[in-house]
């Protein structure tokens, strides 16, 4: 009996692998304290979208903490609703694809994560109310 044992550089083969294209926002709508966005996933391979948003003007607070899309979770193009934002504001809305190698769940040596460019779109919450036309 012969036994071969292969080495070879993980690293190597993270580089090969590329990263993932920027998400096409495709929707957006709002209500007076949510803004809910839709995107078209870009190409490559994802496994979650990062959304993050921002009160637009100066002197505002900075980027919220990521809004975590799973690239798995259900049929048709990915969405994520924001909520408890302020009526009548102006806000930024990020949108980035995430690949997490290595990413299963017990595993002893953390994946690496690659990013791809955000998009952005900016929307304004209802003063009010928000209606809409037929």
């Known amino acids: 009996m012969k036994i071969e044992f292969h080495n070879f550089n993980i690293i190597s083969i993270f580089n090969l692998l590329s990263d993932p294209s920027e998400p096409e926002i495709t929707n957006i709508e709002s209500t007076a304290t949510t803004i809910s966005v839709r995107w078209q996933p870009g190409s490559g391979t994802v496994t979650e979208y990062a959304v993050t948003y921002r009160r637009s003007g100066s002197g505002s607070p900075g980027v919220s903490d990521p809004i975590i899309v799973s690239a798995h979770a259900g049929g048709g193009s990915p969405m994520a609703t924001i909520t408890g934002l302020a009526p009548g504001q ?32 900016t929307a304004t919450t209802c003063k009010y109310r928000c209606t809409s036309s037929a």
């Open 90 to 121: 102006m806000y930024i809305v990020y949108v980035k694809a995430v690949v997490n190698y290595n990413s299963d769940a017990g595993a002893d040596v953390p994946g690496e994560r690659r990013e791809s460019s955000e998009a952005s779109i």
